[in-house]
């Protein structure tokens, strides 16, 4: 999955309906992959709180269980097929 091909307004929908929890999950799994795609185009549309507690928590580096990567995987699929993304 190649998430730079996303176009920014989408990618801005898919997150602002995902959770929290899948954006740190994907973040903490992938950095190089999502994290600084998520977090500009976040920085942008959430409130500054927000992002800071999002930087908090995947900063403090706490191991991922494979479930919880999946789910985060899964959830972020589900939201790409909503908004009728192809890959």
């Given at each position: ?8 307004e989408t ?14 999950s ?5 950095p ?6 998520f977090?500009?185009?976040l ?25 919880q990567?999946?789910?985060a ?15």
């Amino acid at each position: 999955m190649n998430i730079d091909q996303v176009p920014k307004e989408t990618l801005r929908k898919i997150l602002m309906k995902g959770s929290m929890q899948m954006i740190k999950s994907l973040i903490m799994a992938n950095p190089k992959q999502f994290g600084s795609v998520f977090i500009n185009v976040l920085a942008s549309h959430v409130r500054p709180e927000t992002l800071k507690t999002l930087v908090e928590q995947v900063n403090r580096g706490t191991l991922l269980t494979p479930e919880q990567v999946d789910a985060a995987h899964h959830e972020l699929e589900k939201l790409l097929r909503e908004e009728r993304v192809v890959f």
